[in-house]
């Protein structure tokens, strides 16, 4: 049996749910792009995409810095602490992304 096999799982399902997460950021940006073209949907689009990319960059990044502290068997407190104070930045970022988007629906339509 892997040593830690549970605390590898629950990292890996972590991972997984983050990619399925980008994956649907991206499908949206995608969607918002083929809607009839005004300068802020080709924004909001592009920007959905860019930033679902960094999300899944993010991710990885997450999921390696917490399968190295699980295989060293201590928790290193600041580099995990940087990470999800950069995933809260990019959530934020994918917030505005999708107000600014709505915003313009709302005085275009």
């Known amino acids: 049996m892997i040593d830690k096999f549970q605390d590898h799982a629950s990292n ?7 990619i399925r997460t980008a994956i649907a950021i991206a499908g949206f940006g995608i969607l918002i792009e083929k809607l009839p073209s005004t300068p802020s949907n080709t924004w909001a689009g592009l920007s959905l995409v860019v930033l679902s990319a960094a999300l899944v960059l993010l991710a ?8 190295k502290q699980i295989t060293q068997e201590h928790l290193d407190r600041t580099s995990f602490g940087r990470i999800e104070v950069l995933f809260a930045a ?6 505005l992304t999708v107000f600014v988007f709505l915003l313009g629906l709302v005085r275009t339509g």
């Open 60 to 67: 990885s990044l997450r999921f390696l810095v917490i399968r």
């Open 90 to 95: 990019m959530l934020a970022l994918l917030l």
């Open 12 to 18: 890996e399902r972590t991972y997984l749910s983050w």
